[in-house]
């Protein structure tokens, strides 16, 4: 299985964020995800929500503390190349958290930032207990 992320949104941005994805490349209908191919990137699209089941509880209250109600979009994505290009078409100018499943939920606005800074930032790579833009910062 390839590597997958969780983009959290309030309710608006949340639709802005599903008609931005239906948007920004090739989409095409599938038995577990949809396809998005972007140039030579191709991601697998959950939109049903349904990956919120997966979330422990502690995590879902923190989560709607940030945003009260909230959608959720699963992404599986083929390379760190791939989805830095995607997310900085998609999430450019919205509100959201981004569940890396590698331990950290991150601010929207954090990961460009985080990506403007060190273009070859990889979050598989990262410390979680050194959370770098969820006000955990040391």
Known sequence: MRPTIVLL???DTHRKLVDRLRHVGSCSEGEFFDRLERGACSFGVDLSGDVIAEFEEEEITEISRELEEFGAILIEYPDMSCVRQLLSRVIQGLDGLLDTNHGELLRYDHVLERFRLDPFWDW????P???WGTGNET
Do not use: E, I, M, Q
């Open 129 to 131: 207990d050194k959370a």
């Open 9 to 11: 949104s309030d309710v």
């Open 124 to 127: 598989r790579n990262h410390d």
